[in-house]
């Protein structure tokens, strides 16, 4: 393949040419995966879309702070009204200063399966607190 650059290019641009091939071809090879990656990413990716259905206070039977050097996060363990229980996170220390004997949830439906999850919300969202 070589001899064939050179008689095609000569003897100098073939040799600058194979030089930036064993250079650069692994780092030009990663760099069109990760466009193709990413582009796919945007392309097919298609999100569930989700509905705020209200706020639901919920009674805390207990909270755990796990922390690092690098993070400060909040596990709280709550029971709703009609007696499922469910392990909530979060990294916001104004929500984890509202939560006391019971904490303020917002309640999300998923717009195409229907399936409800939960997420801590700061407690002045709830009616009645």
Request: glycine share 8%; aromatic share 10%; net charge positive.
């Amino acid at each position: 393949m070589f001899l064939f650059l050179v008689r095609i290019l000569g003897q100098y641009r073939a040799e600058v040419l194979r030089y930036y091939v064993r250079e650069y071809a692994v780092l030009g090879i990663v760099a069109i995966l990760a466009v193709a990656g990413v582009l796919s990413l945007f392309l097919f990716l298609n999100p569930e879309r989700h509905v705020h259905d209200g706020y639901v206070i919920g009674d805390v039977s207990g909270v755990l702070h796990t922390s690092s050097d690098t993070s400060n996060r909040f596990i709280v363990d709550v029971r709703l009204p009609d007696g499922s229980s469910h392990r909530l996170t979060t990294r916001h220390g104004t929500i984890m200063g509202s939560i006391s004997d019971r904490a303020c949830l917002e309640r999300r439906r998923k717009e195409t399966s229907g399936r409800v999850f939960y997420s801590l919300a700061p407690a002045q969202k709830c009616k009645g607190w």
